[in-house]
């Protein structure tokens, strides 16, 4: 078998079929040729010869080379994913990857900025287009909860000004509508007067970088990364940080989770639930600080 071969065709199932990003992709390819490497150190001869013990002796290994048991989780979803495709085309009759678990990876609370900490970053000076374009993407990616990757993707066409909404398409591919808040639409309204004078030829991008076309996710973070800095920002400032910021505060005053799972496009709403626990423990330390019996005294 060209394990190679079988590969980049799964990958060309993921991109055509699935729509899969090319984010997603890396991350497949990656996991998988090191299962690759793997079987060819243990003379392991193609996909098929891999066996259920070969999975957990590979996990095993990566678990001691410190790999995360959320990574550990994403390299075997990757690898049941992968036999699926190769039980389906008839290339592999077993799916090595069933019933094997990952090491339990701890459960870790999102970092959030208090409301104080998020208005003092937004005070950022505006004074050219960068600075101005700067602060219209940390007001937006607070307004609306986006992910990075949504953030870069949104065109000029995609923001209502009128309706105070925009449109975004998610993981999946999946399209929602989403509000934007009054202070974001004064922070595009400044960076689309200064746009112009960045934009190359037609782009349609509504956030551009220096050289004119599309900005990167990379340089968004390294921009947040700045302005966190500059602004004094307690801990590291970085898009998701702000998306947790919004779900928090949203969750802390309506209680609604369901409404907040629909703004963030949350598939599982086990996923918006991370945001409850933040808040009990943000009732918690208050709770701490002003109950006379909370705690035994020095």
Known sequence: MDTAAELESFLRYLRSERQCSEHTLASYRRDLERLSRYAADNNLAGWDAIMPRDVRAFVAGAHREGLSGKSIQR??????????????????ARNPGLG?????????????LDADQVGQLMQIPVSDAVSARDCAMMELLYSSGLRLAELVSLDLGDIDFRDASLVVTGKGRKTRML???????????????????????EDPALFVSSRGGRISTRAVQQRLEHWGRHQATEGQVHPHRL???FASHLL?????????QEL?????????????HLDFQHLADVYDR??????KKK
């Not at 963030?264 to 409850?276: F, N, R, S, W």
């Open 252 to 260: 802390e005053s309506s209680g609604d989770l369901r409404a907040v």
């Open 75 to 92: 390299l075997l979803s990757a690898i049941r994913t992968f036999y699926r495709f190769l039980n389906r085309e008839g290339l592999c």
């Open 100 to 112: 094997i678990s990952a090491p339990r990876a701890p459960r870790r609370l999102p970092k959030t």
């Open 264 to 276: 963030l496009g949350h598939a599982d709403i086990a996923t918006t639930q991370v945001y409850t």
């Open 243 to 245: 998306r947790h910021s």
């Open 290 to 295: 002003a109950h006379p019996r909370a705690r």
């Open 179 to 201: 509000p934007v808040g009054g202070k974001a639409l004064a922070a595009l309204d400044v960076w689309l007067d200064w746009r112009p004078g960045l934009v190359r030829g």
